[in-house]
């Protein structure tokens, strides 16, 4: 699916129609586009529609422009390497674009999607967002799933599992956790959650995912990043699901690089190479 690119400007004042005083996701909705950059998931969830679903929606539609773009400079750069009977080295890693790992480029990156909101809060500008995405031309990334968290899980299409993001603006947070978590991915799947902290029903949460990672240990990371200079609406809470985790062996002492026959087969098979 392609989305057309839009100006900064343009962006900028599409979204400014979704800004409501009281949700408090000005600087939380660039951060999450951010995080969506640097994490690249396949599979994304967002409880509570509104200013953040446009900022979701674009980070996405360019991961995939991007993605696509750096697959096919990959495979050419491998196949002009490993064909001219060069073994992987400094030079295939950092040649543009530089320090790709082929596995991740296997399988087209084609992004989902899913938003649920029952509409139901009247300060939210969760009913505006869907004109916001027609006029971005991002509507057809995004499926909206109009239902309350409690009763969404039934309604959830089967290939957003595993999640491997999820956004949580809503109060059942800790619902979400206790009903969602285990369709998480294991291998570093991100629930962030908004506005645990400076609040004692929050602060309760937060002690609990603290006594659970206690409790079981390898299970889950967890940050809390405040912003200070806010009444409420004042935090964000990342917590990255570790229970199986793969091993990611690309480094080496030093900050080196190492090239293991796995990872020179990945790259013939991503360039579209026999090597037998």
């Known amino acids: 699916m392609g989305a057309p690119e839009v100006s900064e400007a343009g962006f900028r004042a599409a979204v ?18 951010q995080l969506v950059r640097l994490h690249r998931p396949r599979r994304v969830l967002e409880i509570g529609m509104g200013y953040t679903t446009p900022f979701l929606a674009a980070a996405l539609a360019e991961n ?21 009977g060069a073994d992987l080295d400094d030079i295939w890693a950092y040649t543009e674009p ?36 027609a006029e971005l031309g991002l509507d057809d990334r995004v499926q909206v799933v109009n239902a309350d968290l409690h ?28 009903h969602f978590w285990e369709r998480v991915n294991p291998d570093g799947g991100l629930v962030v959650m908004h506005y645990l902290m400076t609040y004692p029903e929050g602060e309760a949460i937060l002690e609990y995912f603290a006594k659970l990672q206690r409790s079981r240990p390898g299970e889950l990371e967890m940050v809390n990043l405040l912003e200070p200079h806010k009444l409420g609406q004042n935090s964000i809470t990342v917590l990255r699901r570790t229970t199986a985790v793969r091993p990611r062996p ?13 990872l020179r087969q990945q790259a013939a098979t991503q360039a579209g190479l026999n090597e037998g």
């Open 16 to 33: 400014e129609k979704l800004r409501a005083p009281g949700m408090g996701t000005e600087v939380v909705a660039p951060l999450l586009a």
């Open 64 to 84: 995939e422009r991007e993605a696509d773009a750096e697959a096919q400079a990959l495979a050419a750069k491998s196949r002009a390497h490993l064909g001219s």
């Open 98 to 133: 530089p320090l790709l790992a082929p596995s991740f480029y296997l399988e087209p990156y084609r992004p989902r999607f899913v938003a649920v909101d029952n509409l139901s809060i009247e300060a939210s500008s969760a009913g505006r967002a869907l004109d916001v995405l």
């Open 151 to 178: 009763d969404c899980a039934e309604l959830l299409p089967d290939d957003l599992f595993p999640i491997d993001m999820a956004w949580v603006d809503a109060w059942e947070c800790l619902y979400f956790f206790e």
């Open 250 to 262: 690309y480094g080496g002492p030093g900050g080196t690089l190492r090239y293991h026959p796995g």
